[in-house]
């Protein structure tokens, strides 16, 4: 059983303010996972290996969602086999695509049938235990092959990218912190009052550049998101140095993506090689988890 991951293009923070964003399928980020019989439950991963009783906070979301999945289904001791190369606390949906792999799996294991609902009600139960209210937006682009446009309690809409352009996803080897972010969002927020139209504004006009197939345009845009994230307090020198290298490479636009604080940078480029040459340079650095989005493929 396999999930991939996602990135927000542009929208991130005025999500959680019930404005639209966009975000995508990455889909060279996955999680893999395997069950078999155990004679205690265990979960070996790269995050954590040990009983199921004894893991540590940060993995309390999953920890719970499997006692609960092997609970509800009445299953004897597995072991829990998790594969992941998606950046945890990096804006990449990690949690929520291990939770989503681990329920297929689970119901893989038992040879019952899950329906998608079934899926999201019990990925909804992983996330609200990590994220506290989460958006819903890292669940629905885990589950999406393509682009979408998502807006909290509206119908989630398709996008198509139709347009020869690549999105390098650099991590920046720090994690962030979603609720810390969202706190010091609103803090910010009085000092910016225009910022949410100016970020929901930035969103509609991207969508219209995404149709229109103006990549430079969609690069200027993602500029100038990144600019009221900047206000907001999400950035981080590591970040804005990162981003300013890309840009200097060429990058049509670059900005953070997810909640900041750390976590991943993107940039947008027209031309491959210029991609390439910028993906060594963050590797050079010691930046290697990367990944690469080619648009015409979402």
Not at 21 to 29: E, K, Q
Not at 76 to 99: F, R, T
Request: aromatic share 8%; net charge negative; with cysteine.
């Amino acid at each position: 059983m396999e999930t991939h991951g996602k990135i927000i293009l542009i929208g991130e923070h005025a999500v959680v303010y019930n404005k639209p964003a966009i975000v995508c399928p990455v889909f060279d980020a996955y999680v893999s996972v395997d069950i078999e019989p155990f004679e205690y439950t265990r979960i070996d991963s790269d995050f954590y290996s040990g009983s199921i009783e004894k893991a540590t906070e940060q993995f309390e979301p999953i920890q719970q969602l499997i006692l609960k999945l092997m609970e509800v289904n009445d299953i004897e001791p597995v072991l829990i086999k998790i594969i992941n190369n998606i950046p945890i606390a990096a804006g990449m949906g990690a949690s929520a695509a291990i939770a989503g792999t681990i329920i297929k799996a689970f119901y893989q294991y038992i040879k019952l049938s899950l329906t998608e609902d079934e899926l999201k009600t019990w990925i909804s139960y992983s996330e609200k235990i990590a994220h506290g209210n989460p958006s819903g937006i890292d669940m629905a682009g885990i589950l999406s092959n393509q682009a979408l446009i998502f807006q909290k309690d509206h119908e989630i809409k398709p996008i198509r990218f139709d347009v020869d352009g690549f999105l390098l996803i650099v991590f920046s080897n720090t994690h962030g912190s979603t609720k810390e972010a969202v706190s010091l969002v609103s803090k910010h927020m009085p000092l910016y009052p225009n910022v949410l139209d100016n970020m929901q504004h930035s969103v509609l006009s991207s969508r219209r550049h995404i149709v229109n197939k103006d990549i430079q345009a969609l690069g200027n845009e993602m500029n100038q998101y990144h600019h009221y994230l900047n206000q907001l307090g999400v950035s981080t020198p590591l970040l804005e140095g990162m981003i300013k290298e890309a840009r200097d490479h060429g990058a049509l636009g670059s900005k953070l993506t997810g909640g900041g604080l750390g976590g991943c940078i993107i940039a947008l480029f027209d031309n491959h090689e210029k991609l390439t040459e910028l993906k060594q340079h963050f590797y050079n650095q010691g930046f290697q988890k990367q990944f690469v989005i080619d648009l015409k493929r979402i």
